[in-house]
């Protein structure tokens, strides 16, 4: 690979002179003079230069700002937490931005001008002397070898610890997370600082911060803001962690050999080789990292992109780094990696990651491109030094970036994020242009589309996949909690993981959240997700005032209240199973007071959803209770389609019922609305050219008009809107034993009203009640199972289906093949992380249950028919008797077991 070198350390202690010099050819190498993208970044860098220069000017260079110092005593606690300092909130935001904007000015001092790009600040003294001047302000201001940052979220120790020092020494802790930008600053200003005598300082204040912010150099890093899976593990780290450990360890390595440290240097490089080893292997049960499914966890659940997305790219770039020197990671940990990176390209459609596992950030802006940090960890590891590149990801890569337009207006902008994990650096831009050029000279062409389906346990979330679009439905339960809000993040958001259906096949220039209908930040009803059966909470829009009452009496500026969010219920029934690209997921639904018990509620009901190719059947059975108030619903689907009647959604479609436009139906209502009342069979088209076909059902309702609802940033209390269509199945106040069934053909708009004609065709529903749910597909000839309760006698009624009755709640699907054999998969979601006895909280999880390991279980499932197999692991013992056969699997993980048998 033909990059520019800048060779500013040492050779005498060749791996460690190697690595600062990756570290700083990584952060301002421009490329050659043909590599388009990195003269994009050269560009941007210049085009903000005068922004930059202001905010340093302004709040480090003006004098008069803090005549008096160190104003940065005081800590800023976090909402909830009683203030014991007066607020100095502004000023330490300051602080933060003053350094993060510095970093991009070095950058700008540092990069050289290219053939087609003139950087007429490349070492630029009036530049250097604003710089330099900066961070002696800075220094003098407090970031120096005194400055305390303590955790984050002080405590009482904390709090203590800081009103007992002198005057002269500052607080950072609220800005702990940004502070790299000074780290940067220095590592690109080294030689100036050494000229000017200023490096030894600026690198002792470095190694004061790292010592805050982590440990003491030598020291274990067990327990930094995160429990370890094992207390032998002395320097495991999460993965917020992991962002911070790339941006502030790795450039001082470089500034401690450019100042001569260098057994500090060592000895910190043998501590990145601890961190990565034991926090970049597969963890277990709720701890954070990446799963061996590829899943990655954040706060004891699934978390993407954030947090997760910006610590594999940040994790795959300290691989990088390290490669071919003493301090590399083993095998297994860049297999890992290299899984997770792979993974997310099943579990995003491209630059789409399901709402439902963005933990608290996903709710407030769906139209944020996501795609990038995990294209930045296809590049790192893809392009190891002095190896040859790894095709298979060079291809996904292809396939992820082969909409110009995307690229250009999403992609490559995305590429320079700064943020916490302060990813701005040229080599993701070197890479890309490498991976083009790599496109001809080796013959790689993009991948294939992803086909299939995946379950991952962990999260309950299943995902199915054919030719471009994609489905994930997610649940909660014993092992996985329900939701995540912040101070304006994600505060209506709750019954997103309550068996939400999102289906994601329609945009442009790429698949996206607003070109499939959801637009969470314009009139989305938060109590309507897709998929779910759920009360209907009305959301009071009337007025102002109302509004401010709802959002109050919501409980909208709670932080953090373990009683009101990351809620576990007591249900181990939730999980999913699949069979040749074809999958099954179902779930024991129980109901979560909102808000502390906002509204109280007993309502529960048994739900499952079954993926053959492009079909999904749902099935509901003994839905019953509520909270005696509002009505209990089920969402078939809540579109977008616009600002209003007249600026609607470019992707969206009619919306129709047996075939006839909707909008030829009705004629709009009061408040801009229509709603209409349908009896099945009907067929229903979407506005996103999907069919549904629902045989029985006789309260369906259709609605197509302006929406409005509360923002999800519920501390604002504002109001949004919409235009919207919605579809739901109306189960009444506290219905009894209500049940529902419904066709979703996705992408079959134009097939929809063919299942009426004989919609055996298409699936045929064996059983749908308490005990089980059994689903046939004629097409891919398996059947689909699932069975609630292994307590039950009578199980399954149906003698003529493979499957009887099995001990255990178990999701399944078998298929008898033309020679005769027959193929099981079987999965056990209850991953045995709790003793029966216990029940999880999320203050739980973090004390000490994250140490649990998922446990073996054995299932026996009663077969019609005589079969027989080889028994091994999987398969541990079969017994025939008069008409049935029974097998005893083993299940492990919450993933599928497969065996095959052979008939007598």
């Not at 002179?17 to 210049?46: C, F, M």
């Not at 134009?750 to 064996?766: A, C, F, M, T």
């Not at 020679?819 to 709790?834: I, K, N, Q």
């Amino acid at each position: 690979m033909a990059f520019q070198t800048l060779s500013l350390f040492s050779d005498s202690i060749e791996d460690e002179a190697l690595i600062a010099q990756r570290v700083l050819d990584y952060r301002i190498n421009t490329g050659t003079s043909e590599d388009d993208s990195t003269q994009w970044l050269l560009n941007s860098v210049l085009s903000n230069i005068d922004r930059h220069t202001e905010t340093v000017e302004e709040i480090l260079l003006d004098t008069d700002r803090y005549p008096n110092g160190f104003v940065f005593k005081s800590p800023i606690l976090r909402i909830g937490q009683k203030k014991e300092f007066p607020e100095r909130d502004l000023e330490i935001k300051e602080l933060r931005d003053a350094l993060n904007s510095l970093q991009y000015l070095a950058q700008a001092y540092a990069m050289p001008s290219t053939t087609s790009v003139a950087n007429p600040y490349y070492q630029n003294l009036e530049l250097k002397d604003i710089i330099l001047n900066a961070l002696e302000r800075a220094y003098q201001l407090g970031v120096n070898e005194k400055a305390h940052v303590p955790h984050f979220f002080p405590t009482e120790e904390d709090i203590a610890f800081i009103k007992s020092r002198p005057e002269d020494e500052s607080h950072l802790s609220a800005i702990s997370l940004r502070l790299f930008g000074y780290y940067h600053t220095v590592l690109l200003m080294a030689d100036d600082l050494m000229e000017a005598g200023l490096l030894d300082k600026h690198a002792k204040t470095c190694v004061r911060l790292y010592s805050q912010i982590f440990r003491e150099i030598g020291e274990p890093i067990y327990g930094m803001n995160c429990p370890a899976p094992d207390p032998s593990l002395t320097h495991y780290v999460n993965t917020d962690e992991l962002i911070k450990f790339e941006a502030y360890v790795f450039p001082l390595v470089a500034i401690l050999i450019k100042n001569g440290m260098y057994s500090e240097a060592t000895e910190l490089l043998h501590e990145v080789n601890q961190v990565l080893d034991q926090s970049l292997m597969p963890t277990e049960a709720w701890n954070g990292g990446f799963k061996r499914s590829g899943l990655g966890f954040h706060h004891s659940n699934a978390y993407l992109p954030v947090y997760t997305g910006s610590a594999l790219a940040m994790s795959s770039k300290m691989v990088n780094i390290l490669h071919g020197t003493e301090y590399e990671v083993r095998e297994e940990v860049y297999d890992n990696l290299r899984n997770a990176a792979m993974m997310a390209r099943v579990i995003m459609n491209r630059s789409v990651a399901p709402v439902s596992i963005t933990g608290r950030f996903g709710s407030n802006n769906v139209s944020t491109n996501t795609a990038s940090p995990y294209l930045i960890a296809l590049l790192y590891l893809a392009y190891l030094p002095d190896e040859e590149p790894d095709r298979e990801l060079l291809s996904a890569y292809a396939r992820w970036t082969d909409s110009e337009e995307d690229l250009q207006e999403n992609i490559l902008p995305d590429f320079l994020y700064g943020g916490r994990s302060a990813i701005a650096s040229s080599m993701p831009y070197v890479l890309h242009d490498q991976s083009i050029e790599d496109q001809d000279l080796l013959a790689i062409s993009p991948e294939g589309k992803p086909q299939g389906h995946w379950v991952f346990p962990e999260t309950y979330l299943s995902i199915h996949r054919r030719d471009e679009w994609m489905a994930s439905v997610k649940g909660r339960g014993r092992y996985v909690w329900n939701a995540e809000e912040g101070p304006g993040q994600n505060v209506y958001g709750q019954q997103v993981s309550d068996g939400a259906l999102l289906i994601y096949s329609q945009g442009s220039p790429i698949i996206s959240h607003v070109g499939s209908g959801y637009q969470l930040d314009s009139g989305w009803d938060w109590y309507r997700w897709p998929g779910t059966t759920t009360i209907h909470h009305p959301m009071e829009w009337a007025s102002g005032e109302e509004v401010a009452r709802t959002s109050e009496r919501l409980g909208h500026n709670h932080y953090y209240n373990s009683e009101k969010q990351r809620i576990f219920s007591n249900e181990s029934i939730a999980g999913g199973t699949s069979l040749d690209g074809q999958g099954a997921f179902a779930m024991r639904f129980v109901d979560i007071p909102l808000f502390g018990g906002y509204k109280t509620s007993n309502l529960s009901a048994y739900k499952s959803y079954f993926f053959f190719d492009n079909k999904i059947i749902l099935l509901g059975s003994d839905i019953r209770g509520g909270n005696r108030e509002d009505r209990v619903n089920t969402t078939l689907f809540q579109n977008y389609l616009g600002s209003d009647a007249q600026n609607t959604n470019e992707n969206s479609g009619d919306v129709k019922v047996n075939g006839v436009s909707f909008d030829e139906m009705s004629s709009i209502g009061d408040f801009g609305q229509f709603k209409k009342r349908l009896r099945g069979p009907v067929t229903i088209t979407d506005a996103f050219n999907n069919g549904y076909y629902i045989p029985y059902n006789e309260r369906v309702f259709l609605k197509m008009g302006d929406q409005g609802s509360l923002l999800t940033q519920g501390q604002r209390r504002e109001m949004s809107y919409g235009y919207y269509a919605t579809c739901w199945i109306d189960h009444g106040i506290d219905p009894e034993e209500d049940d529902y069934e419904v066709m979703v053909l996705v992408n079959g708009a134009n097939s929809i009203d063919d299942v009426l004609e004989n919609p055996d065709e298409y699936y045929r529903v064996h059983q749908n009640d308490f005990r089980a749910h059994v689903v046939y597909d004629p097409v891919s000839e398996i059947t689909g199972y699932a069975i609630f309760n292994g307590k039950l006698r009578e199980q399954i009624a149906d003698e003529s289906l493979a499957l009887k009755r099995s001990d255990r709640p178990v999701l399944a699907m078998t298929r008898i093949t033309e020679s005769g054999h027959l193929e099981l998969a079987v999965t056990d979601p209850d991953m045995g992380w709790l003793e029966d006895y216990e029940v999880a909280t999320y203050d739980l999880v973090v004390d000490g249950l994250h140490t649990r390991k998922s446990v073996p279980s054995q299932v026996t499932l009663t077969l019609n028919g005589q079969w027989n197999g080889e028994l091994s692991y999987d398969l541990i013992a079969i017994e025939a008797e008069r008409e049935t056969t029974k097998v005893s699997v083993r299940c492990y993980d919450g993933q599928p077991t497969l065996i095959q048998l052979v008939e007598e």
